[in-house]
Nanobody
Framework: QVQLVESGGGLVQAGGSLRLSCAASGLRFSRCDMGWFRQAPGKEREFVAAITWSGGGTNYADSVKGRITISRDNAKDTVYLQMNSLKPEDTAVYYC????????????WGQGTQVTVSS
């Protein structure tokens, strides 16, 4: 059974930092591209960042470039999202997602972790 468990969310003031973690189990993590998505109240889920199975490639939404970094540790089956210079508009539930590198869509999703940025 595939499980993606996010942690590290919370309440932070604008300008602060948080590091989210997503621990994976039940899949071959080192063969999976990983992504982070977020959904704010009343809005659709949106892409935040992604990293290839090897860690050699990353991609970011324009809204977070320069402030957020995605990384992974294949020895720990964990992907991270380091978020700096947080803004109130970053407030959302953040979801971790996985897909095997040879597939086109994210097949596996975590339950989400809440990030709230106060002004």
């Amino acid at each position: 059974q595939v499980q993606l468990v996010e942690s590290g969310g919370g309440l932070v003031q604008a300008g602060g930092s948080l590091r989210l973690s997503c621990a994976a189990s039940g899949l071959r993590f080192s063969r999976c591209d990983m992504g982070w998505f977020r959904q704010a109240p009343g809005k659709e889920r949106e892409f935040v960042a992604a990293i290839t199975w090897s860690g050699g490639g990353t991609n970011y939404a324009d809204s977070v470039k320069g402030r957020i970094t995605i990384s992974r540790d294949n020895a720990k089956d964990t992907v991270y999202l380091q978020m700096n210079s947080l803004k109130p508009e970053d407030t959302a539930v953040y979801y971790c997602a996985a897909r095997y590198y040879y597939t086109s869509g994210y097949n596996y999703w975590g339950q989400g972790t809440q990030v709230t940025v106060s002004s």
